[in-house]
Structure formats: C-alpha cells, structure tokens
C-alpha cells in the first residue's frame, strides 16, 4: 500500500484538524487498540451467538440499519441509502434483514446462503452489497 501511495503525484490541499463530539473524543479513547499481546479465540455456547460475532465482522447492521432516519426504524430494519447512484442513476438502500415478513422472514437458511454466496443470483448491486466478500463462508 505505502509504495503504491508514495508512486502518486503530490497534491498540496492543507485541511483542518479532526474534530469530533466530546462524545464521540471519549468513544474513541476508549475504543480500538493495537493488540498488544495474545488474544483468546471467542468461545460460543449458542449457535446464534456465533452469528452476531460474523455479523459484528461483517460490519453488516452499520449497512443494514437506517442510522440517520428519525426515527430508527430498528436494527437491520433497512432503508439506509448505500450508493448514492447507481449506473443509472438510482440511488440504492440496504434491505431489512429482520426475521418480519417485509424483510428475510420468509427465507429458508438455504435461501439465505445461496443469496449470500450468489448476490442473489447476481441481482444485489455488487459495490452496494459486497456479497463476493461472503461468498466463501462455510456453512457454518
Ligand atoms: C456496505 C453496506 C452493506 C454491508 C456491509 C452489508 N450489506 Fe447486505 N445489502 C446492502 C445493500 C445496499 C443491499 C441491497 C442491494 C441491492 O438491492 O442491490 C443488501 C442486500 C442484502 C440482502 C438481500 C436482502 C433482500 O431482501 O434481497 C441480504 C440477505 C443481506 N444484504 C445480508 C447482509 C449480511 C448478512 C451482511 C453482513 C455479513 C451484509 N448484508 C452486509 C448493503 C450492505
């Protein structure tokens, strides 16, 4: 990365400082750390919190919920707008992920697999939903 960056041309563009919230100052130093040591592999008793360990990898509700909506319509509700255009100009949201029958209710676990490893048989918009990132999880 670094040698591809240093082969750019140099562009002079001063810009301010960061600034963020007070809270958003206390989130952050509070928050991620280099590693600094050895880290335990997360244990799993129930095989949905397993899921929520991908999902949180997967950064899948940051997409999946309407953060900016007011108000929220609730996690993994959908209806964030993702791409602001398509190819043809349509802008393109999130869907909801939730087990109600207006988002994934009605799907078998072979729907959902085959929708994550096929992107929908090539229908969800690849830079929207970057499903070939997915596409080689395991079953499990
Ligand atoms: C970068 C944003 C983003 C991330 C991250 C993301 N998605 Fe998506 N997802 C979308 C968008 C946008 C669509 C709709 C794409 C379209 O309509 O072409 C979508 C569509 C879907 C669909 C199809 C739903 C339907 O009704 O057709 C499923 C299922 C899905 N995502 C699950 C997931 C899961 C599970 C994860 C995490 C492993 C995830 N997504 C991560 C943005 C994202």
Redesign the pocket.
């Known amino acids: 990365m670094i040698a591809y960056l240093r082969s750019l041309p140099p562009i002079r563009n001063p810009l301010p400082d960061r600034r963020l919230s007070p809270g958003a100052e206390e989130r952050r130093a509070a928050g991620a750390r280099p590693i600094d040591g050895p880290v335990d592999a997360p244990s799993f008793q129930e095989a949905w919190e397993r899921g929520r360990h991908?999902?949180g990898l997967?950064?899948?509700m940051?997409?999946?919920t309407s953060w900016y909506s007011d108000p929220i319509p609730g996690l993994g509700g959908g209806g964030n707008r993702?791409?602001e255009e398509d190819e043809d100009g349509l802008p393109?949201?999130?869907?909801?992920?939730t087990p109600d029958p207006t988002?994934?209710g009605g799907w078998s676990r072979d729907d959902?697999r085959w929708?994550?490893r096929t992107g929908?048989g090539g229908?969800?918009?690849p830079a929207?939903?970057?499903w070939t990132a997915?596409a080689r999880l395991t079953d499990a």
């Open positions: 991908l999902i997967g950064e899948c940051g997409c999946h993702i791409l393109v949201f999130s869907r909801n992920i988002g994934i959902f929708v994550m929908k229908d969800l918009h929207a939903m970057r997915y």
